[in-house]
């Protein structure tokens, strides 16, 4: 059963039970504020069961027959199929997403899973020949061992089956540590829907806790092999070195500044749609978002014109009703960073052609023009209804502007030369970039990830597989070798 009731504990070696802390996490509705449950946190000895739970279980899981496997990870699809309806419920109460969002983000799941189902009928290895006579060499392709999951509290339910589900489909264990905002769609529901599939006992395991409780256990733990985080490039940073500094290999999928280019012969009706959906999607909490839409001159004036009418239209509040496009942003930490964000890029001479109310958590659309590409605002990642617009003369100034960032993500260019948007995307040093399209785009095949501080690695298809796994050198001497001594 998908409840708060439920799902509001830790979940290690495949028992439901609360966590051995003193310390009483609140999840709360970001809209109205509600408590939707409090879970005891887990604690550095639960970590360790956690991780130990997980090596033992990877034993059996080994066992497993690979299209066994395939079809209980299918089984995990099917499950989120017949409970839609709740998950969805469970998105907009807890993250406040809109009802359009949690659609977005369970399709994404949904492909993620299925694709993360065909990896043990993918475990290939080869043989190759040896500079030694009667000798071959066969390379096996094994899982990694066990993974450490964190996923962020933006697109939680996705984030972690992003990692989770290839991390099991290629043969590992998992913990997964959820943010402590979004414990339930982020961490709870995953392990339910896995467990509801049939996996082992034990093979994945929930912690909710906070950094205050466990400091930098998670990461240190000497079991997991491979630490997958999703978030912010400061703490991505320092997971990344601890997970290094403990021989670990990191995954990390971090911030963005993504730069969304309109050339004059774009068609702008369609630029300013995209611009739009690029930057707002729920509430701009997304990495890939807009954060700076670069505008040639000669068309600029009209597409702030359109623009500020197309943001001014949507509608901010209740993310259950289903006309609402903005709902609140997670926490009011999130929108008073934003208040901060807007208020010294006007001082800087930013224009604000609309200009929001911030209230509490809900941040009502904000429109910066005439920024400059020196400005905070145009710099930092804005997480949340804000945006900047840049005015440039050529296509070399928009490249230089958008190449102006210590991220790379995503972007997009528009133009009705498709040829000529493809050269200057490919000029632009960033992992992801489309043409005449929006910034947020994730397909389950194709290599997601970033440049510079927006991250390192790639996820989706075959990249999770290499992420998820390593190689073994078995070598095998079919006749005796021959010593100089």
């Known amino acids: 059963m998908i409840s708060y009731e439920t799902l509001g504990k830790q979940f290690i070696g495949g028992k439901w039970r609360q966590g051995q802390s003193s310390r009483l ?40 027959n690979a299209y066994n496997k395939r079809d209980i990870l299918e089984k995990a699809v099917d499950y989120i199929k017949e409970h839609e309806e709740k998950i969805t419920e469970i998105i907009v109460e807890e993250l406040g997403g809109t009802r359009l969002k949690a659609a977005f983000e369970i399709s994404l799941v949904k492909n993620m899973i299925k694709e993360a189902a065909t990896f043990p009928l993918r475990m290939e290895g080869k043989i190759l020949p040896s500079t030694e006579d009667s000798k071959e060499n066969r390379l096996y392709r094994i ?16 984030l972690s089956v992003k990692s989770v589900a290839p991390a099991l489909g290629a043969g590992n264990g998992v913990v997964l540590k959820p943010h402590e905002d979004s414990p339930v769609t982020g961490g709870t529901l995953v392990a339910k829907i896995f467990e509801e599939a049939g996996i082992p006992n034990g093979l994945l ?18 079991i997991p092999r491979i630490i997958s985080f999703t978030g912010s490039t400061a703490v991505g940073s320092h997971i990344g070195q601890l997970a290094v500094k403990n021989f670990k290999k990191p995954l990390l999928e971090l911030g963005g500044n993504s730069a969304f280019i309109i050339m004059k012969d774009a068609d702008l009706d369609y630029a300013v749609q995209a611009a739009v959906f690029s930057r707002f999607t729920h509430q701009g909490q997304i990495c890939m978002s807009s954060n700076r839409i670069l505008v040639q001159k000669p068309i600029y004036d009209e597409f702030i014109e359109k623009y ?9 509040g209740d993310p259950k009703d289903p ?12 929108a008073e960073n934003l208040k901060m964000a807007v208020e010294k890029g006007i001082e800087a001479g930013a224009v604000p052609v609309v200009r929001g109310a911030i209230t509490g958590r809900m941040v009502e659309p904000t429109v910066l023009a005439d920024v400059t590409p020196d400005m905070l605002a145009a710099q930092e990642e804005l997480f949340g ?18 190449n102006n960032s210590k991220f790379g993500l995503s972007g997009a ?37 970033g440049e510079k501080q927006s991250g390192l690695g790639r ?16 070598s095998v001497n079919y006749e005796q070798r021959q010593f100089p001594y």
């Open 385 to 402: 209804p804000v945006v900047c617009v840049i005015p440039f003369e050529t296509e070399e100034e928009a490249i230089s502007i958008a």
């Open 413 to 449: 260019v528009h133009t009705a030369n498709l040829e000529k948007g493809v050269e200057m995307a490919k000029k632009i040093h960033t992992g992801m970039i489309h043409v005449n399209d929006i910034t947020i785009n994730d397909e389950p095949i194709v290599a997601f990830g």
């Open 143 to 158: 899982p990694g061992g066990v993974v450490g999951v964190i996923s962020p509290f933006n697109f939680p339910f996705f």
């Open 323 to 334: 006309n609402t496009i903005i709902g609140p942003v997670i926490n009011t930490r999130q």
């Open 308 to 316: 500020a009418e197309k943001v001014s239209s949507l509608k901010t």
């Open 25 to 64: 996490l609140k999840n709360i509705n970001p809209y109205n504020e509600e408590i939707l449950t409090e879970i005891t946190a887990a604690t550095v000895d639960d970590i360790d069961e956690a991780y130990a739970s997980a090596l033992e279980a990877k034993r059996e899981w080994d066992k497993v």
């Open 459 to 474: 996820l989706n298809g075959e990249w999770s597989l290499e992420e998820f796994t390593t190689l073994q050198w078995v």
């Open 205 to 222: 395991n929930v912690v909710i806790t906070d950094i205050d409780e466990i400091g930098d256990a998670f990461v240190e733990h000497p």
